[in-house]
């Protein structure tokens, strides 16, 4: 154990509790990284038996993963850090990155349990009954439509309700999974004293007391004013009883927690003054990452998720796409994010089916195939879709003239997958205002050039990607550098001016305006493909 840092050796370090893993990378206070690790749920954890780190359901719609998973794999991720003699003593402070809309339900006793953490046993021994709910509801779940429609209905319809949330009724935000569980499990509902966000849950591990949620991963749970930034008693009192003193405070991103508890300084030798500061969620965390400030700074993350983000001064919310979010970074501005569902693993699956399971193989039928796919356009929807809201899954393939087709030829079907999923982010980005004027991309397929190519020439922009895919975990890093220069001068100082130092974005691809011209032609038939598929399923 060791006592705080001297300031020019200080070190922050992010984490990032996403669908797949848990990460963490650690930045000097230039933001230079100088050491990452991760645990990979499904490979490092077996035990927990879960496939892309959850469990889906046999009903098609409900998806959740263990919170037990979560624990144990903060335990191994720092027993990794600690082997690899890591300078976890030099750690100033902490921050984190979950992904949205998770929500962990802990009973009646759990604050004890974490305040009372004993350094001589596994997290995972000591919280194993923590748990109101063992299996937690994850942002893939998709079975709460009828909460949605009912919160909808009280909050006097979809667009009110987007003015005050920032978004309308989503299926796997985390109000209307509360709302669903309050209703089907009201013992376990009356069993919970707090229900966090895999975002706050993981900061609640390691102060050893309940952690607040930030404004920004507040905001992805149709409960919170997203302008006023604190709860909706109207939203709160529709959802459940006694739900403000559940969810505890919403506070702003940069709020201190806590010292880290001794659990951690004894066990992997973090100093006694390390502080936790409130962690937010990946898209959030993100943005920070990628030092999106201005409008027209755009970032692409293509992790599980396929997300298109960036930072806004308004907040114009819409009924029909898109979220606002409050800024993780500045206390007054927004961001605006679009979500789709069906991102790397639809990817994977039509690598494994097509290119012989060999990203290589993938890369090779991208170069080989022509912008546009000779007019043929796929829609490849192995989950139900978040943008657009297309409920019913399948594999719908078009040929050039609109005309259904029942399959492609491999390498058209690997250009198809992707071209599809970045005309859709175009399309539903235009519609709430993302009109980028250059592109971060970030996420595990950012580290692919052909399919970041394909990106620039969609977007018809220059496509940058940092040194490293894992923006959500820098972000954490560098917020947790700026939470700790704000509580050392006492006042928040500008997020930009703890980023003076962090390294140029390194540019991965040029737009091709010819191939960017085919794909400006293709989407008026891309929408009007979608606009058919949308009203067969509502049908
Ligand atoms: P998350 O943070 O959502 O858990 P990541 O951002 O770590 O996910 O991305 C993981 C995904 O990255 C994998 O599911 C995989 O499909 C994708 N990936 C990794 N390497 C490549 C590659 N070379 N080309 C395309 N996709 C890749
Ligand atoms: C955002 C969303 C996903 C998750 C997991 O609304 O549902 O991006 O945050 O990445």
């Not at 954890?45 to 879960?50: D, H, I, N, Y």
């Amino acid at each position: 154990m060791k006592s705080g840092p001297q300031e020019s050796e200080a070190l922050f370090l992010g984490l990032d509790a996403s669908t797949q893993g848990l990460k963490a990378v650690i930045v000097d206070g230039e933001l230079r990284i100088v050491y990452k690790q991760a645990v990979h749920f499904d490979r490092d954890l077996p035990e927990f038996k879960t496939e892309g780190g959850a469990h889906r359901h046999a009903d098609g719609k409900t998806v959740t993963s263990p919170p037990l998973m979560w624990t144990a794999a903060l335990d191994l991720l720092l027993e990794r850090a600690q082997a690899d003699k890591a300078p976890l003593g030099r750690v100033a402070a902490v921050s984190g990155s979950g992904q949205q809309h998770g929500s962990v339900w802990l009973r009646a006793g759990a604050r004890e349990a974490l305040r009372r953490l004993d350094p001589a046993r596994p997290l995972r021994e000591q919280l194993a009954a923590v748990f109101a709910l063992e299996a937690s509801p994850i942002w893939m779940d998709a079975s709460t439509t009828e909460q949605c429609r009912d919160l909808e209905d009280a909050m006097g319809g979809a667009q009110a309700l987007a003015e005050l949330t920032g978004s309308r009724a989503y299926e796997r935000f985390t109000g209307n999974q509360i709302a669903k569980i309050r209703r089907n499990e009201p013992e376990k509902y009356a069993d919970t004293e707090r229900i966090a966000l895999v975002s706050s849950f993981m900061a609640s591990l390691l102060a050893g007391e309940y952690a607040p949620i930030d404004v920004s991963d507040g905001s992805g749970m149709n409960l919170m004013d997203v302008r006023a930034r604190d709860w909706s008693d109207a939203a709160l009192d529709h959802t459940g009883p006694g739900l403000r003193e559940k969810l505890g405070a919403v506070v702003p991103s940069h709020t201190v927690v806590g010292p880290v508890h001794r659990y951690y300084c004894e066990k992997f030798g973090f100093g006694r003054d390390c502080l936790v500061l409130a962690f937010s969620g990946d898209n959030p965390n993100s943005l920070a990452g990628l030092r999106l400030q201005k409008p027209g700074d755009i970032a692409i993350s293509l992790g599980t998720s396929d997300t298109l983000f960036g930072s806004v001064s308004e907040a114009v919310p819409s009924a029909s796409e898109g979220h606002v979010f409050a800024s993780p970074v500045d206390p007054a501005g927004y961001m605006v994010m679009i979500v789709r569902q069906n991102g790397s693993l639809t990817r994977e699956r039509v690598r494994d089916r097509c290119a012989g399971e060999d990203w290589a193989v993938f890369s090779r039928m991208l170069r080989e195939t022509p912008a546009g796919n000779g007019g043929r356009i796929g829609f490849y929807v192995d989950e139900p879709e978040i943008t657009p809201p297309l409920h019913r899954t399948g594999l719908f393939r078009f040929d050039e003239n609109g005309r259904s087709v029942d399959s492609f030829r491999p390498a058209a079907e690997v250009r198809a997958v992707v071209e599809g999923q970045f005309l859709a982010l175009r399309l539903h980005g235009e519609n709430v205002g993302l009109k980028p004027a250059g592109i971060l991309a970030t996420g595990g397929a950012s580290r692919n050039e052909e399919i970041v190519r394909v990106v620039a020439d969609v977007f018809g922009v220059t496509v940058c990607v940092g040194e490293q895919p894992d923006s959500a975990a820098l972000g954490a890093a560098y917020r947790a550098l700026h939470g700790w220069t704000c509580a050392r001068a006492g006042r928040l100082v500008p997020f930009s001016d703890v980023l003076a130092d962090a390294p140029p974005f390194r540019r991965a691809a040029e737009p091709d305006p010819a191939a960017h011209r085919v794909y400006s032609d293709l989407l008026p038939a891309y929408a009007d493909l979608e606009r058919r598929l949308l009203s067969d399923s509502l049908a």
